[in-house]
């Protein structure tokens, strides 16, 4: 009995990893794009961000990664991206590397 409960938990396990890999090798939507696309922008029209971030936008999250061009610009990407429609959440992973 105990070998079949076990069987049971991994199967569910397997299967529920096998969605989450299949939803993130989803396509954006068209939402999510279009959120992309503003936020590019927003951080385009500041020149102290510079052109090394990226911008992923997965059901309205948006994450951020790269690297600012100075350290002092981190804590102004979150409000920044949030002046666009539609974002539920900001995850920023963008390091400024020490010196």
């Known amino acids: 009995m105990k070998s079949h409960a076990l069987l049971l938990c991994r199967l ?4 529920m990893i096998g969605t989450s890999a299949a939803q993130a090798n989803e396509a954006p939507s068209a939402s999510d794009q279009q959120i992309t696309r503003e936020v590019k922008e927003l951080i385009s029209e500041h020149p102290e961000f ?34 666009a429609d539609g ?6 992973t963008a390091v400024y590397p020490e010196e």
């Open 87 to 92: 974002v539920a959440n900001v995850v920023v």
């Open 12 to 15: 569910a396990l397997l299967a």
């Open 50 to 83: 510079g052109n090394m971030l990226t911008v992923q936008t997965r059901n309205g999250v948006v994450y951020l990664g790269g690297t600012p061009w100075t350290q002092f610009t981190l804590p102004n990407l979150e409000p920044l991206v949030r002046q």
